[in-house]
């Protein structure tokens, strides 16, 4: 009888340890699948995007000051019009976000007398610069953009640091870091960046 009130009691026991052994083993594979989790994340924003914050007023109207936005990086080719994310260059010493008006072997032309952008031999049509640019930079514009580099230009044409100035000049298309393809702050005008 001592015996079996014994077994009685030894399985009394475990059922009390169960659920301490139980909630731990769960906890643990929780913390196990947010790592997991975690380090996709970090992977995926290492190779494929990652967020940006907008310094300055250069993109205006289409990017502010302080938004934020998702840039694509794998496997980005610069292409005409695209908005993009440049490290720093020359004697800059924070990255860009600059508009693509002309990539590696086309032709460039702008008429400063009516703020005009030319490439190879079409006239852009640009709604979404902020006013006629009359600024024009100290820096040399090419005929021709060279192989490896593209040409950018902020939106807001008469208040940005772009191509057009010694400090920046063309851009060596390894420092695009990608193409800012989303706003995603603030929230009201979150969408697509055109």
Sequence with gaps: MEEMNAKVIDSENEKIENPASEFSATCFDWLESLVQALVLVVAIMAFFFRPISVIGTSMLNTLHDADKVIVWKYGYVPKDGDV???????????????????????????DFSDGSVTVDGKKLDEPYIRERMWLQGDGEIPSVIPEGYTFVMGDNRNGSMDSRFEAVGLIPNDKIIGKATFLIFPFNRMGVIH
């Excluded at 490290?87 to 924070?94: I, T």
């Excluded at 693509?100 to 702008?110: P, R």
């Design 84 to 110: 993009v994310v440049i490290s720093p260059v020359k004697d800059l010493k924070e990255a860009i976000i600059k508009r693509v008006i002309a990539t590696e072997g086309q032709t460039l032309s702008i």
